[in-house]
């Protein structure tokens, strides 16, 4: 469908569909001019950029299986039940629960049943483990566009899914806890019963780092480990305090606390072998800003049990795995946020109408629309190539530093990018859009949580330097995409190569790198659109965002852009 609506062209005489007949309305006038309800549509054969991006990345999965699946998704997330079950476990936030009336300790948390509804539709889906159980190629692709429609479904519950999925690769440095707890997170039962992980019929994860006096400074990390008097070997007693920890029903942390041989990783389950309670105190839950279905406490550890994984003295190094899988996971939230919000202003726009005319044919809006179209398509096809390349270091463990470092580029520039096409969508929909009766205002508190944890912003373009200090093969790997492009638009060739002129004076001016990694960014997304999308679309990214003739706002693209292809390829109805 071309980018103007077929229906009430210019008249603003529309009544919501739904408005019963004959149901009490007052005298002084028809509800008119408001668009239908966005419900009961497939969010992924409605999006041509996922789809396309699906089908070239997960190709090695099986095409139609991975199409297959992210179609089965689609449809659930686009359900009207399901975007109330989305509604109903953010308006009832997830209470803590301390003690019983006798004044014992539960630690517990009670959520709405919505929230384990959600739970139950990700876990069913595999979002927080298709890779680990697939054992395929193209796995990690797959996977990453459920997780796409999982967050355009609900974000909260995408959170423990993350974790759930990047807890793995952590384990792996442990065998021994790995066969015993992989097999649960394996499993796509959700067993939302506070009981035994082993009595249970799978098992979900978190991560306890952040403590009060470090977040990104973990080294500075409080929390003491002493070995268990006659416990056996690997067993510890943690005392100290996690300032944040998410889904702290999970059934198991993976957490940090200073060994006597340094700072170790650990596992803490939420009972103890003996099947009795572990002491893991949930002091208070976070009165957050956005996310407010998901749970985030403050927690007390007091001679708590845990298991070390991984070597003493290693505990980075063991549970940076669990970062990194989880930065590619906030990268892909933070994309599904904006697609979200950006269907959102496209549906609103073909249906309501100002000034004689569909909000969506007013040459203005079209700029506006054409824009965040472009930061959605770009962002969908950077994250997609992503997941692909943790298929590639599967398969060719060369690959991860390259891996590494994409992800932390990607993590930055999707997250930043996140929180401003939000708000230009929500202003879309004028008024309305602001109103908590809609899914504008969860998205606009989501957008920005994805940018603080697993690593804020300086912190990672602070990473991204090291790497491009420390392991320039990375960078040489990484240039290579962009060298994928080559010839395919002259502003890229040009922009590339202004890229690695100033590489080679400032890389290493800690000052520069959000420069550094900002460039790096958008030279990897017009690659990513130059090489595969539309023309229309990496023209206009190119000319948007290489040359500097776009603004500072979104809406800016010069004239001559082909806006109206650019908003049919984005969302047709
Ligand atoms: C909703 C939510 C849920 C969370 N859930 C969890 C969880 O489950 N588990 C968990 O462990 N943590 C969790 N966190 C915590 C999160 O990971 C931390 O907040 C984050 O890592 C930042 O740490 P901090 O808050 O201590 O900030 P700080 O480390 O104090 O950083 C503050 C600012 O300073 C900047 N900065 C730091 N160092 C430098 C430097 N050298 N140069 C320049 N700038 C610098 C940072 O980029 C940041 O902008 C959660 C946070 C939120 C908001």
Same mark, same amino acid.
């Given at each position: 469908?071309?980018?103007?609506?077929?229906?009430?062209?210019?008249?603003?005489?529309?009544?919501?569909?739904?408005?019963?007949?004959?149901?009490?309305?007052?005298?002084?006038?028809?509800?008119?001019?408001?668009?239908?309800?966005?419900?009961?549509?497939?969010? +992924?054969?409605?999006?041509?950029?996922?789809?396309?991006?699906?089908?070239?990345?997960?190709?090695?999965?099986?095409?139609?299986?991975?199409?297959?699946?992210?179609?089965?998704?689609?449809?659930?997330?686009?359900?009207?039940?399901?975007?109330?079950?989305?509604?109903?476990?953010?308006?009832?936030?997830?209470?803590?629960l301390?003690?019983d009336? %006798?004044?014992n300790r539960l630690d517990r948390i009670e959520y709405?049943?919505?929230?384990h509804?959600?739970m139950a539709?990700?876990v069913?889906?595999?979002? #927080?483990?298709?890779?680990?159980? *697939?054992?395929?190629?193209?796995? #990690?692709?797959?996977?990453?566009?459920?997780? +796409?429609?999982?967050?355009?479904?609900?974000?909260?519950?995408?959170?423990?899914?993350?974790?759930?999925?990047? @807890?793995?690769?952590?384990?792996?440095? $442990?065998? *021994?806890?790995?066969?015993e707890w992989?097999p649960r997170i394996?499993s796509?039962e959700y067993d939302a019963r506070f009981i035994p992980a082993r009595d249970k019929l799978g098992a979900v994860f978190g991560?306890?780092?952040?403590?009060?006096?470090?977040?990104?400074?973990?080294?500075?990390?409080?929390?003491?480990?002493?070995?268990?008097?006659?416990?056996? $070997?690997?067993?510890?007693?943690?005392?100290?305090?996690?300032? =944040?920890?998410?889904a702290p029903m999970s059934d198991a942390f993976?957490?940090?606390?200073?060994?006597?041989?340094?700072?170790?990783?650990?596992?803490v389950p939420r009972f103890r072998p003996d099947g009795t309670q572990n002491r893991f +105190?949930l002091?208070?839950?976070?009165?957050?800003?956005?996310?407010?279905?998901?749970?985030?406490?403050?927690?007390?550890?007091?001679?708590?049990w845990?298991?070390?994984?991984?070597?003493?003295?290693?505990?980075?190094?063991?549970?940076?795995? !669990?970062?990194?899988?989880?930065?590619?996971?906030?990268?892909?939230?933070?994309?599904?946020? !904006?697609?979200?919000?950006?269907?959102? @202003?496209?549906?609103?726009?073909?249906?309501?109408?100002?000034?004689?005319?569909?909000?969506?044919?007013?040459?203005?809006?079209?700029?506006?629309?054409?824009?965040?179209?472009?930061?959605? $398509?770009?962002?969908?096809?950077?994250?997609?190539?992503?997941?692909?390349?943790?298929?590639?270091?599967?398969?060719?463990?060369?690959? $991860?530093?390259?891996?590494? /470092?994409?992800?932390?580029?990607?993590?930055?520039?999707?997250?930043?990018?996140?929180?401003?096409?939000?708000?230009?969508?929500?202003?879309? /929909?004028?008024?309305?859009?602001?109103?908590?009766?809609?899914?504008?205002?969860?998205? %606009? &508190?989501?957008?920005?949580?994805?940018?603080?944890?697993?690593?804020?912003?300086?912190?990672?373009?602070?990473?991204?330097?090291?790497?491009?200090?420390?392991?320039?093969?990375?960078?040489?790997? +990484? *240039?290579?995409?962009?060298?994928?492009? *080559?010839?395919?638009?002259?502003? /890229?060739?040009? %922009?590339?190569?202004?890229?690695?002129?100033?590489?080679?004076?400032?890389? /290493?001016?800690?000052?520069?790198? &959000?420069?550094?990694?900002? &460039?790096?960014?958008?030279?990897?997304?017009?690659?990513?659109?130059?090489?595969?999308?539309?023309?229309?679309?990496?023209?206009? =990214?190119?000319?948007?965002?290489?040359?500097?003739?776009?603004?500072?706002?979104?809406?800016?693209?010069?004239?001559?852009?082909?806006?109206?292809?650019?908003?049919?390829?984005?969302?047709?109805?």
């Open positions: 469908m071309a980018a103007s609506s077929k229906t009430a062209r210019g008249t603003g005489k529309r009544a919501a569909p739904g408005a019963a007949k004959g149901a009490f309305q007052g005298a002084t006038h028809r509800v008119e001019n408001q668009p239908p309800p966005l419900a009961d549509y497939n969010v +992924f054969e409605t999006d041509r950029a996922l789809v396309e991006a699906l089908a070239r990345e997960g190709a090695d999965f099986g095409r139609k299986e991975g199409l297959k699946r992210a179609r089965a998704l689609g449809a659930r997330v686009g359900s009207v039940e399901v975007q109330d079950w989305a509604r109903l476990a953010n308006r009832h936030a997830p209470e803590l301390t003690h009336r %006798y004044g709405h049943p919505a929230w509804y959600l539709l990700g069913g889906h595999a979002v #927080h483990a298709l890779p680990w159980r *697939a054992k395929q190629r193209g796995a #990690h692709a797959v996977k990453a566009a459920l997780a +796409f429609l999982m967050n355009q479904g609900e974000n909260g519950v995408c959170c423990p899914m993350a974790m759930t999925f990047a @807890a793995v690769p952590a384990l792996a440095n $442990e065998p *021994a806890l790995a066969e992989t394996l796509t991560m306890a780092m952040t403590e009060k006096q470090g977040g990104s400074d973990v080294r500075a990390n409080s929390t003491r480990a002493r070995p268990a008097a006659g416990e056996g $070997e690997g067993i510890f007693l943690l005392t100290g305090h996690k300032w =944040f920890c998410s993976l957490t940090l606390a200073q060994g006597p041989g340094g700072l170790t990783c650990f596992l +105190f002091q208070r839950l976070k009165d957050k800003l956005g996310n407010r279905s998901n749970a985030s406490a403050e927690i007390e550890y007091d001679d708590t845990a298991r070390r994984v991984g070597p003493e003295g290693r505990g980075v190094h063991t549970i940076i795995q !669990m970062v990194h899988h989880t930065r590619l996971d906030a990268s892909v939230s933070a994309a599904a946020v !904006m697609r979200a919000a950006v269907v959102q @202003a496209m549906h609103h726009t073909r249906h309501r109408a100002a000034f004689g005319a569909m909000l969506a044919d007013h040459a203005l809006m079209q700029n506006v629309l054409a824009d965040l179209a472009l930061e959605s $398509e770009a962002a969908t096809a950077m994250v997609m190539r992503l997941a692909r390349g943790y298929d590639d270091a599967l398969a060719d463990p060369a690959a $991860e530093p390259m891996v590494r /470092l994409a992800t932390a580029i990607a993590k930055f520039w999707v997250c930043k990018r996140a929180p401003t096409v939000v708000a230009e969508a929500m202003e879309c /929909l004028g008024g309305g859009g602001y109103i908590e009766d809609g899914p504008m205002p969860r998205l %606009y &508190r989501e957008a920005p949580v994805n940018g603080i944890w697993e690593g804020t912003g300086n912190v990672i373009c602070l990473d991204i330097l090291r790497t491009i200090a420390r392991a320039p093969d990375a960078l040489a790997a +990484f *240039a290579g995409e962009l060298k994928a492009a *080559a010839g395919g638009d002259r502003r /890229l060739d040009t %922009y590339v190569g202004e890229i690695e002129k100033a590489q080679k004076s400032n890389a /290493l001016d800690e000052s520069q790198a &959000r420069v550094i990694v900002e &460039r790096l960014a958008l030279a990897w997304q017009a690659a990513l659109l130059v090489q595969h999308a539309p023309h229309p679309v990496a023209d206009a =990214f190119c000319a948007s965002r290489l040359t500097g003739t776009g603004g500072r706002t979104l809406g800016t693209l010069s004239a001559g852009m082909d806006v109206q292809a650019i908003i049919a390829r984005a969302w047709s109805e």
